[in-house]
């Protein structure tokens, strides 16, 4: 009932900022807990952030911690990632992804626990 579109990616250089939009259609898109990763060549498709349905809830992977934020505007079902001082290391495809049901503990950095993904949108960190 949901589906997800990224933008805002492209080609930064260390030190440079970007912010990606994830913008969702469908139904009671406010219900849903929502989520970023990413995965790099080569790499399995790991965990970046969380926010929870209301936005009162955000968690981080360690790697992000300070540089990146999660929010989300449910008026406008979108989700955003503002990413700071990029880093090499922060190159590949990210992408959206929307949970319906709240579970317990860290399940958010878990990929099957989501039912919606997007297409993702690529970012390169390069000088």
């Known amino acids: 009932q949901v589906q997800l579109v990224e933008s805002g990616g492209g080609l930064v250089q260390p030190g440079g900022s970007l912010r990606l939009s994830c913008a969702a259609s469908g139904r009671t898109f406010s219900n849903y807990a929502m989520s970023w990763f990413r995965q790099a060549p080569g790499k399995e498709r790991e965990f970046v952030s969380y926010i929870s349905w209301g936005g009162g809830i955000s968690h981080y992977a360690d790697s992000v911690k300070g540089r990146f934020t999660i929010s989300r505007d449910n008026a406008e079902n979108t989700v955003y990632l503002q990413m700071n001082s990029l880093k090499p290391e922060d190159t590949a495809v990210y992408y959206c992804?929307?949970?319906?049901?709240?579970?317990?503990?860290?399940?958010?950095?878990?990929?099957?626990?989501?039912?919606?993904w997007g297409q993702g949108t690529q970012v390169i960190v390069s000088s």
């Open positions: 992804a929307a949970a319906v049901v709240r579970y317990l503990g860290s399940w958010y950095e878990e990929r099957n626990r989501y039912n919606y």
